[in-house]
């Protein structure tokens, strides 16, 4: 098996949005604002080659939003999947699999682009399959007030129009274990419903794609629950026994959303699962 990080680009999103009800005096100490509020995120995907198979995990916004939806965001740097792909020698068209941890904008835009013309939506990764699960498809296909705004139908539906989508088995507990993937999954209602962590066995270590379970690793204080989450107490929750489970397991958590700590390993203290060690991509998948 070989992993490789994607960076699918990077955005900005409004630090208060990002830590709820924590004030600003705590979090601006690990995700510093600029003038306008905002911090940086990174929207870096996964890569996982094993068995014949090339499995992307979330796929960024994509490009096929007009450009006032992406002045909202503050897009920052030159990072896209496709320079991602070929720095390791891949091409979108080599994609078996497109796992989307769920359905939001900033994880699952990238999955569907423009056709030719412009006149309708197409797969951006012809030869995939998109694997979602059946719980939180209707979720995102019939949204509540609150999240309508970031289940956008024009990244949704036409994955389902294509034929390509597959949804994964729901577990009887929080994690299912995939063998047709080759990895667990552990699921997480907080964010949004059965939101997907992958924990993929690789080189004798769990390493966990914490999607939006945690954002960046300033988000590891319990409290420390993002102003999007749906069900914030439950996340409180799941956090924790998340977190207890990385520190007694020495997970290698890969976070999706922190441009700047790529990967983080997390320990006991007296106050709780605190930052242990910060590791790049290249020391971690060699």
Same mark, same amino acid.
């Given at each position: 098996?070989?992993?490789?990080?994607?960076?699918?680009?990077?955005?900005?999103?409004?630090?208060?949005?990002?830590?709820?009800?924590?004030?600003?005096?705590?979090?601006?100490?690990?995700?510093?604002?600029?003038?306008?509020?905002?911090?940086?995120?990174?929207?870096?995907?996964?890569?996982?080659?094993?068995?014949?198979?090339?499995?992307?995990?979330?796929?960024?916004?994509?490009?096929?939003?007009?450009?006032?939806?992406?002045?909202?965001?503050?897009?920052?740097?030159?990072?896209?999947?496709?320079?991602?792909?070929?720095?390791?020698? =891949?091409? +979108?068209?080599?994609?078996?699999?497109?796992?989307?941890?769920?359905?939001?904008?900033?994880?699952?835009?990238?999955?569907?682009?423009?056709?030719?013309?412009?006149?309708?939506?197409?797969?951006?990764?012809?030869?995939? +399959? =998109?694997?979602?699960?059946?719980?939180?498809?209707?979720?995102?296909?019939?949204?509540? +007030?609150?999240?309508?705004?970031?289940?956008?139908?024009?990244?949704? =539906?036409?994955?389902?129009?294509?034929?390509?989508?597959?949804?994964?088995?729901?577990?009887?507990?929080?994690?299912?274990?995939?063998?047709?993937?080759?990895?667990?999954?552990?699921?997480?209602?907080?964010?949004?419903?059965?939101?997907?962590?992958?924990?993929?066995?690789?080189?004798?270590?769990?390493?966990? =794609?914490?999607?939006?379970?945690?954002?960046?690793?300033?988000?590891?204080?319990?409290?420390?629950?993002?102003?999007?989450?749906? +069900?914030?107490?439950?996340?409180?929750?799941?956090?924790?026994?998340?977190?207890?489970?990385?520190?007694?397991?020495?997970?290698?958590?890969?976070?999706?959303?922190?441009?700047?700590?790529?990967?983080?390993?997390?320990?006991?203290?007296?106050?709780?699962?605190?930052?242990?060690?910060?590791?790049?991509?290249?020391?971690?998948?060699?």
């Amino acid at each position: 098996m070989n992993l490789y990080p994607i960076n699918a680009g990077n955005f900005k999103l409004d630090g208060g949005a990002m830590f709820g009800v924590v004030p600003k005096t705590l979090w601006q100490k690990t995700n510093p604002a600029d003038a306008n509020n905002m911090i940086d995120i990174a929207a870096r995907c996964l890569l996982i080659e094993h068995d014949k198979r090339l499995i992307l995990i979330d796929t960024g916004m994509g490009n096929k939003q007009s450009d006032k939806f992406f002045g909202y965001y503050h897009l920052w740097g030159n990072d896209s999947i496709d320079k991602s792909l070929k720095q390791f020698g =891949f091409h +979108r068209d080599d994609i078996t699999d497109v796992f989307l941890t769920h359905l939001h904008f900033d994880h699952c835009g990238g999955a569907i682009q423009w056709n030719k013309d412009k006149t309708g939506y197409e797969p951006a990764f012809k030869n995939a +399959r =998109f694997w979602s699960n059946k719980n939180h498809w209707q979720w995102a296909t019939e949204p509540n +007030r609150r999240e309508q705004a970031s289940f956008l139908k024009e990244n949704i =539906f036409p994955i389902e129009e294509s034929g390509q989508l597959k949804f994964t088995e729901l577990p009887e507990g929080n994690i299912l274990s995939n063998s047709e993937l080759g990895f667990d999954i552990y699921f997480a209602d907080g964010h949004t419903e059965k939101q997907m962590i992958p924990m993929i066995k690789y080189q004798g270590k769990t390493i966990a =794609f914490m999607a939006d379970l945690l954002p960046t690793a300033g988000h590891l204080p319990l409290p420390y629950v993002m102003g999007y989450d749906t +069900r914030p107490l439950l996340t409180l929750d799941e956090k924790e026994k998340f977190l207890n489970l990385a520190a007694n397991e020495n997970f290698y958590l890969f976070l999706e959303h922190d441009a700047h700590n790529p990967i983080i390993t997390v320990k006991h203290t007296d106050k709780g699962v605190r930052l242990h060690e910060v590791f790049t991509a290249k020391d971690i998948f060699k």
